[in-house]
Nanobody, 128 residues
Framework: QVQLVESGGGSVQAGGSLRLSCVASKYAICMGWFRQSPGNEREGVAAIYTFGGTTYYADSVKVRFTISQDNAKNTVYLQMNSLKPEDTATYTC????????????????????????WGKGTLVTVSS
């Protein structure tokens, strides 16, 4: 079992920045961030293959957001810049311990396999 603990959420004004952290209790081959707001489908935001460092982003956040890792700490980060009100959502850290295949289809970040582990989520609120 892998436990994921997110931190860094909060409230900011449009144009501001936040840095989310996700600490995993042990190594996972894939980690990433999903988000969901009321009335919207859950969507992938950013992801990484932790064994190689290859990153993926949804088109909606590409350039503005950066995912990074510190494998020594089993931690991934999501630096969010130029935040927009539409970024308001609960951001959840995810991890895969077995199968993982990240892909971007029509600008949407997806994984062909279900994630094995989910964090509790951290709320990000961006006001105008």
């Amino acid at each position: 079992q892998v436990q994921l603990v997110e931190s860094g959420g909060g409230s900011v004004q449009a144009g501001g920045s936040l840095r989310l952290s996700c600490v995993a209790s042990k190594y996972a081959i894939c980690m990433g961030w999903f988000r969901q707001s009321p009335g919207n489908e859950r969507e992938g935001v950013a992801a990484i293959y932790t064994f190689g460092g290859t990153t993926y982003y949804a088109d909606s956040v590409k350039v503005r957001f950066t995912i990074s890792q510190d494998n020594a700490k089993n931690t991934v980060y999501l630096q969010m810049n130029s935040l927009k009100p539409e970024d308001t959502a609960t951001y959840t850290c995810v991890a895969a311990a077995r199968q993982c295949s990240w892909t971007v289809v029509r600008g949407a970040l997806q994984n062909r396999y279900a994630m094995d582990y989910w964090g509790k989520g951290t709320l990000v609120t961006v006001s105008s």
